[in-house]
């Protein structure tokens, strides 16, 4: 069946330093994968978009990868701030306009 | 511009009741989604629509019903709620291909007693 995993549920990180979230999943073969933000109470918000033929995106202090052959994703979130700190979930589109989310990881940034 | 706005904002039914939740975007896109969020378990895709008049079943559909009369709004209802029905739900649009850029409305948090 298909699988989308995010790392660790939690992550925390000292302010400055550089956050990096995975997503890994089974049994997709996506045209492309997306990062959303999500605070608490409230819905996600899209942060970047990266194609399938994109090894790298870039937007601001944030940083996607996107490795079809480990099935993998990666987002940088660079300088870190305590404005950072929330749910970053990783999305695919399934062929028929379905979308599967990931669990999300909770970024704390400590000042 | 609203954006994506969900009705209500949080319910308490008793087992058995029905409710309909709505979800009105005047983003003019085609494409809503009704998703819910639990605990552990991450967003999943309850129903969609693909434009007005349409419905399609998402990875959970069970005990839920949705309808698309107007391209501006999407209708869940659950006709006997359940406690397992207890979540937050989400409503969500895009313009479509290539971009599918969802805009999430701010949820609704259910309680069925």
């Known amino acids: 069946s298909q699988k989308i995993e995010q790392n660790s ?3 925390n990180i000292q302010e400055g330093k550089t956050a990096t979230l995975t997503c890994n999943y089974t049994n997709y073969s996506p045209a492309y994968l997306q990062w959303y933000r999500q605070d608490p109470g409230r819905g996600p918000v899209f942060l970047l978009l990266i194609r399938e033929n994109e090894k790298e995106k870039r937007k601001e202090r944030l940083k996607v990868t996107f ?3 480990l099935k993998q994703s990666l987002f940088h979130i660079t300088a870190s701030q305590p404005a950072d700190s929330a749910t970053y979930l990783c999305a695919l589109e ?10 999300g990881t909770s970024l704390t940034v400590i000042p | 511009n609203a954006g994506v706005t969900q009705t209500p904002k949080f319910r308490v039914l008793k ?6 939740l709505l ?3 005047d983003m003019n896109h085609e494409y809503m989604y009704w998703y819910r969020q639990d605990p552990g378990m991450g967003l999943r895709l309850i129903h969609y629509s693909v434009g007005e008049g349409t419905t399609a079943k998402g990875e959970v559909p069970d005990g839920y019903n949705v309808s698309r009369l107007k391209k501006q709004n ?14 937050v739900y989400f409503c969500a ?3 479509g291909p290539p971009t599918d850029t969802q805009y999430f409305g701010p949820g609704t948090r259910l309680t069925v007693l």
């Open chain 2, 74 to 87: 999407f209708l869940l209802g659950l006709e006997s709620a359940a406690p397992s029905q207890t979540s």
């Open chain 1, 67 to 69: 490795d079809t052959t």
């Open chain 2, 15 to 20: 087992t058995g009741q029905s409710m309909t």
């Open chain 2, 23 to 25: 979800c009105a975007q």
């Open chain 1, 94 to 103: 399934n062929t028929g306009n379905q979308f599967y989310f990931g669990t």
């Open chain 1, 9 to 11: 549920e939690a992550l």
């Open chain 2, 93 to 95: 649009t895009t313009s």
